[in-house]
C-alpha cells in the first residue's frame, strides 16, 4: 500500500476525528494529493518522470562538503538567484525576478495561496498534472478544464481563448508545457498570446519539462527585448514589461536529477514574485537543496547530456513500439504514453514484478487505460522493452 507522511493509516474520516477542530471548509471537502511514491528505491523508476541515474558527480561532491556544523544553520541565499539568471542567460533578468521554493509543487501552492480566493475561477486543460485541482480547492476556485483535442491530445487554444474572454476574468490560467501527461507542446508565442489577451490573469506557465523539447516562453521574451549595450537589469520588468501578469515555473527535479532535494523557481516580474513570496517562511528552502542548486546550475553540461540521452532513448523506444504496432502517444517530455492490450493493471502490475515501476493512467480523462512510461536511458528503456514485450507477447 501506498503510504504518504500524512496518511500512514489512510485518510482520517469524520467519525475517527472526533471532536477535533475542524479546518476551513474548503479544506474538509478536499481530497489530499497522495503519489505511490514509497518502496520505489531498487526498481527501475520510470513512474514519476525522474531523473533516472542521478545528479552530477559535483552535486554530490558539494552536499560531501558541507561541513556538520552548517546543518545548524539557516540557510543562505546569497547568490543563488544570480546563477539562475546566470543560467538563463541573464538578459531582461535580475535576481527579483526569481523566486525559491521547495520545487515546483510549493511554488503552485504559493501561487494559489497568494492569489486565489473562493469562487475564483482556474482556467486549465484536461488532463493534466495532478497538483493542481488540489492547489485551486483548497482555496476555493472553480476549476475549468478545458480537454485537450482527440485524437491527438493537440493543445485546446481556441477554446481556452474562448473561455479566457467569457465571464468574469479568470483568476488563474495554467498551463504545462510540455503538458504531463499528453505531451502536448503549445508554442511560446501563442502563451505570450494568451497572457497579452488577458492581463487580469495570472498566467502560470509550468515548463518543468521544456528541456526536453525546448519550448519556453524564457528566450522569447528576451529576444523580444530592445537591444541596448548593456542587457542585464537592475530594477523594473525586463524581460516581463509586455507580461507582467506571466509567471514562469522551472525545477531541478527532472533534468537535474535533484527530486528528492526539492528545489525548483518561479520566474517572472518581480513585483508577482514578491508577492508569492509573502506567503512562505523565510527558512522554506533548505540549506541541502542550495547547495545542491548551486553545483547543478554551475554543471549544465550535465544536464544537456542527460537530456540528450533521455532523446536518443526516446527514439529507440518509438522505434520499437512502432514497428510492433503498439499504440502508443510521445511528444513532449521524458515520458510517453501506450496502451496495453491486455488489462492495463495487469500490465502495470506484472512490469512492477518484473522490477519496473509505470504510472496507470486510470480514470484520467481520455487517457483511462493508459501506462505512463517515463524515458531513462537507452540500456534502461531495453530493460523496459523486454520486459514489457514478453508481457504482451509481443514478436
Ligand atoms: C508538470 C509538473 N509540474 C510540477 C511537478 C512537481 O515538480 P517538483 O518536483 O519541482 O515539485 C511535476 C512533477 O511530476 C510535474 O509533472
Not at 530594477?235 to 535533484?258: E, H, I, M, Q, Y
Not at 514574485?273 to 523565510?282: H, L, M
Request: hydrophobic share 45%.
Amino acid at each position: 500500500m501506498a503510504l504518504d507522511r500524512f496518511h500512514a493509516q489512510g485518510p482520517v474520516t469524520a467519525s475517527a476525528g472526533g471532536s477535533a477542530p475542524r479546518a476551513r471548509p474548503e479544506v474538509e471537502a478536499l481530497v489530499a494529493y497522495s503519489a505511490p511514491l514509497e518502496g520505489r528505491r531498487g526498481l527501475l523508476r520510470l513512474d514519476f518522470n525522474e531523473n533516472t541515474v542521478g545528479p552530477s558527480p559535483l552535486v554530490v561532491e558539494a552536499i560531501r562538503a558541507i561541513p556538520a556544523d552548517h546543518y545548524a544553520i539557516y540557510p543562505e541565499y546569497d547568490g543563488l538567484r544570480e546563477a539562475v539568471v546566470a543560467s538563463l542567460g541573464g538578459t531582461g533578468l535580475s535576481p527579483g525576478h526569481i523566486g525559491l521554493f521547495n520545487g515546483v509543487d510549493d511554488a503552485l501552492h504559493a501561487i494559489f495561496h497568494a492569489f486565489a480566493a473562493p469562487g475564483d475561477r482556474l482556467l486549465t486543460t484536461s488532463p493534466t498534472f495532478g497538483y493542481y485541482t488540489p492547489c485551486a480547492r483548497m482555496q476555493g476556485m472553480t476549476i475549468e478544464a478545458i480537454p485537450y483535442r482527440s485524437p491527438d491530445f493537440a493543445f485546446p487554444f481556441n477554446e481556452i481563448r474562448a473561455a479566457l474572454d467569457a465571464g468574469p476574468p479568470a483568476r488563474i490560467l495554467l498551463v504545462c508545457n510540455p503538458n504531463n501527461p499528453t505531451g502536448t507542446r503549445l508554442a511560446p508565442e501563442r502563451i505570450l498570446e494568451l497572457a497579452a489577451a488577458a492581463p487580469t490573469t495570472l498566467v502560470v506557465v509550468d515548463e518543468l519539462y521544456e528541456a526536453f523539447s525546448g519550448d519556453s516562453v524564457l528566450p522569447l521574451l528576451q529576444q523580444r527585448l530592445p537591444q541596448t549595450p548593456s542587457t542585464a537589469v537592475t530594477s523594473g520588468d525586463g524581460a516581463f514589461a509586455a507580461v507582467p501578469n506571466l509567471l514562469v515555473l522551472r525545477s531541478l527535479a527532472k533534468t537535474a536529477g535533484l527530486a528528492g532535494l526539492r528545489i525548483g523557481f518561479a520566474i517572472g516580474a518581480p513585483a508577482l514574485v514578491e508577492r508569492v513570496g509573502r506567503v512562505c517562511g523565510p527558512y522554506d528552502v533548505n540549506s541541502f537543496a542550495v547547495t545542491a542548486a548551486h553545483a547543478a546550475l554551475a554543471d549544465q553540461a550535465y544536464v544537456d547530456g542527460y537530456v540528450a540521452e533521455v532523446r536518443r532513448a526516446r527514439d529507440w523506444l518509438l522505434e520499437r513500439l512502432r514497428a510492433a504496432g503498439v499504440r502508443h502517444h510521445a511528444d513532449g517530455g521524458n515520458y510517453l504514453l501506450l496502451w496495453p492490450q491486455g488489462p492495463t493493471a495487469e500490465v502495470e502490475a506484472r512490469l512492477r514484478q518484473a522490477g519496473i515501476l509505470v504510472r496507470s493512467m486510470a480514470g484520467k480523462p481520455l487517457i483511462d487505460g493508459a501506462l505512463r512510461v517515463s524515458i531513462g536511458t537507452t540500456p534502461q528503456m531495453e530493460c523496459f522493452w523486454q520486459a514489457y514485450r514478453a508481457i504482451e507477447q509481443l514478436s
